[in-house]
């Protein structure tokens, strides 16, 4: 009798982010395989009697092939055994399980995927960031900064001329080159910036900033998500690190919420509601 592997996403650090699904499935499974930057505490959640592998990355380097993932998830499965292929964030977003699932599919091995609160939403709830505001952002796009190409910022254009939020996952520490790019692309050089590292977790820190200023911030320990868009002015004034950019886009949320104009936009000939 053939088992299943579920492609469950854990969150991005804070176990109480955890579905009751992933909880669930965690403490029936006869295998979970995850990834290095699962939070020790929801490994603690699986009990001992599981079969535990951690089939990520460490120090960036791979552990352990793509391809020797698949093999181990369709091996197990065709065991007979209940397999939890346990991701951070949601399974969906920048962790191959698009591969995995279709090696699953070749063997004809039965799967279910738990989605999990993805990183870019738990990091801007963290940070009181909306992602979207009907007065400042009606899109947000969610990117890698690693699988930029000099060619990157002409992808960005269109961003920079419309009310979009940019998510910038893997962004690596080269602000100064995502500063190019963001300029190039046309963002203004006041646009804000928010870096969040750990997003979630007691080592969380975030570090807000603007374009201009982006290849000043200081290198925050990965994993790191990087937002650039108006909204960032909404951040929480409490999480704002003290500096004097962070101090100028604090002033910027008292003014826009003193207003009458709720937010600076581009659209100046545009006059804004005051929040009610």
Same mark, same amino acid.
């Given at each position: ?17 955890l579905t ?9 499974a ?19 009697s599981?079969?535990? *592998? ?21 091996t ?8 939890? *292929?346990l991701k951070?964030?949601?399974?969906l ?12 599919r ?14 870019a ?18 899109t ?31 962004p690596?520490s ?16 006041e ?28 290198k ?10 108006d ?17 100028e ?28």
């Open positions: 009798m053939n088992g299943k592997v579920y492609l469950v996403g854990a969150g991005p650090g804070d176990p109480d982010l009751v699904k992933a909880l669930r499935l965690l403490r029936s006869d295998v979970v395989l995850y990834d290095d930057l699962v939070a020790p505490e929801i490994l603690k959640l699986i009990p001992p599981a079969d535990v *592998r951690n089939v990520g990355k460490r120090s960036g380097s791979k552990a352990i092939r793509q391809e020797e993932i698949n093999f181990l998830m369709v197990l499965a065709a065991s007979g055994l209940q397999v939890v *292929r951070s964030g949601d399974p977003i920048f962790s191959r399980a698009g591969e995995e699932i279709e090696a699953l070749r063997a004809n091995i039965e799967y279910e995927i738990v989605p999990g609160v993805t990183s939403l738990g990091a801007a709830a963290a940070a009181g960031i909306p992602l979207t505001h009907r007065r400042a952002a009606s947000v796009v969610i990117t890698a900064g690693h699988r930029a190409d000099e060619d990157s910022a002409s992808d960005w254009k269109e961003l920079a001329t419309s009310n979009s939020t940019l998510v910038i996952y893997m690596g080269n602000y100064a080159e995502i500063s190019r790019r963001l300029t190039a692309a046309g963002f203004t050089p646009t804000p910036c928010a870096i969040i590292s750990h997003a979630t977790t007691p080592q969380q820190q975030i570090h807000s900033t603007t374009v201009s200023q982006l290849a000043c911030s200081p925050l320990p990965a994993p790191t998500l990087l937002f650039v868009g909204v960032v002015r909404l951040s929480d004034r409490r999480s704002i690190e003290r500096t004097s950019v962070g101090a886009i604090e002033q910027a949320w008292e003014t826009a919420l003193a207003g009458p104009s709720f937010l600076p936009t581009r659209k100046t000939n545009i006059q804004e509601e005051p929040l009610a």
